[in-house]
């Protein structure tokens, strides 16, 4: 048990080291997650919630199980995805200022701060907010789906809050060593790739606008909102299987989307192209 405290402790100085904050401002999770259903238990007693959808299904879910009500407008506790999943959306700085002045709490799942151009609300930034709780997740950081490794940045009191509901053993300790490791090993072409892939999504967002029957949604991060017209994602979905070996983000479970819309994530530019083409052949075998 003591170990693996030990592991825990360290792993929050190096993320507080990391980013210029102090480490009782930091709280390792078992994957984002976990880190969503453990803010939602420990703020249970706020009664009622907000979330601007479609986006991630959890915070509703989350909030369900600890008996909170929707109030869409007034919700003492806000929920944001932040680049949004499945939009691609980035809420600009000003605009979660004004969030956090109109409700008690604004909590920001910020999983996928690494995979955008535009800049990022700062952990730091979001504690001295004093209302702003982050949810970080290592495992998209560094492309290790499976591994449960997050983490949640917010002023000392909220962690400790937070703390009196974590669970023992929460996270196992070969994901905080792999965590570890991962932060210290850090690949100095790790941003200049990054890049690159958001500049081939925006080409490939390009591409597929150019495909009649196939609408693309503005996005700012590497995946992006797609819909098909005369057709649906889940046929879009089975035919890129059995004929491409492709698959994509069936994205009809998403509440307030339909069963025309999908999501792609850019990857490497043939992949891309071959994508594609054979998107633009279902919608010819569709329309004639």
């Known amino acids: 048990m003591w170990i693996w405290i030990g592991f825990i402790k360290y792993s929050r100085v190096l993320l507080a080291n990391e980013y210029h904050i102090q480490p009782d401002e930091v709280l390792v999770t078992s994957g984002a997650t976990d880190a969503i259903y453990l803010i939602a238990q420990t703020l249970r007693e706020e009664g009622t919630f907000?979330?601007?959808?479609?986006?991630?299904?959890?915070?509703?879910?989350?909030?369900?199980?600890?008996?909170?009500?929707?109030?869409?407008?007034?919700?003492?506790?806000?929920?944001?995805?932040?680049?949004?999943?499945?939009?691609?959306?980035?809420?600009?700085?000003?605009?979660?200022?004004?969030?956090?002045?109109?409700?008690?709490?604004?909590?920001?799942?910020?999983?996928?701060?690494?995979?955008?151009?535009?800049?990022?609300?700062?952990?730091?930034e979001g504690?001295?907010?004093?209302?702003?709780?982050?949810?970080?997740?290592?495992?998209?950081?560094?492309?290790?789906?499976?591994?449960?490794?997050?983490?949640?940045?917010?002023?000392?009191?909220?962690?400790?809050?937070?703390?009196?509901?974590?669970?023992?053993?929460?996270?196992?300790?070969?994901?905080i060593e792999a965590g570890k490791w991962l932060i210290t090993h850090q690949d100095p072409n790790e941003q200049y790739m990054m890049d690159e892939l958001l500049a081939e999504a925006q080409f490939v967002a390009k591409k597929l606008s150019g495909i009649f029957g196939i609408h693309v949604y503005?996005?700012?991060?590497?995946?992006?909102?797609?819909?098909?017209?005369?057709?649906?994602?889940?046929?879009?979905?089975?035919?890129?299987?059995?004929?491409?070996q492709f698959l994509i983000r069936d994205s009809s479970n998403f509440e307030?989307?339909?069963?025309?819309?999908?999501?792609?994530?850019?990857?490497?530019p043939e992949y891309n192209d071959e994508l594609v083409k054979a998107i633009y052949t279902f919608t010819r075998l569709r329309h004639g």
């Not at 004004?98 to 800049?119: A, G, P």
């Not at 982050?134 to 983490?151: A, D, E």
């Open 50 to 124: 907000a979330v601007k959808r479609p986006t991630f299904s959890e915070y509703a879910d989350a909030c369900r199980m600890y008996g909170y009500q929707e109030a869409p407008k007034g919700g003492a506790v806000r929920w944001l995805c932040n680049p949004n999943n499945p939009t691609g959306e980035v809420y600009p700085l000003e605009k979660l200022q004004n969030l956090s002045r109109r409700h008690h709490w604004l909590v920001i799942d910020q999983s996928y701060e690494d995979c955008t151009f535009c800049k990022m609300l700062s952990p730091q």
């Open 218 to 244: 503005p996005t700012k991060t590497n995946f992006m909102l797609c819909s098909i017209r005369q057709s649906s994602a889940l046929e879009l979905k089975s035919y890129l299987i059995e004929n491409h």
């Open 127 to 175: 504690i001295e907010m004093q209302n702003v709780i982050q949810i970080h997740s290592v495992t998209k950081r560094f492309s290790i789906p499976g591994l449960r490794l997050g983490y949640i940045t917010a002023p000392a009191p909220v962690i400790s809050r937070l703390r009196a509901n974590y669970r023992p053993w929460a996270v196992n300790a070969l994901a």
């Open 256 to 268: 307030g989307l339909k069963d025309c819309h999908f999501r792609i994530a850019a990857q490497q």
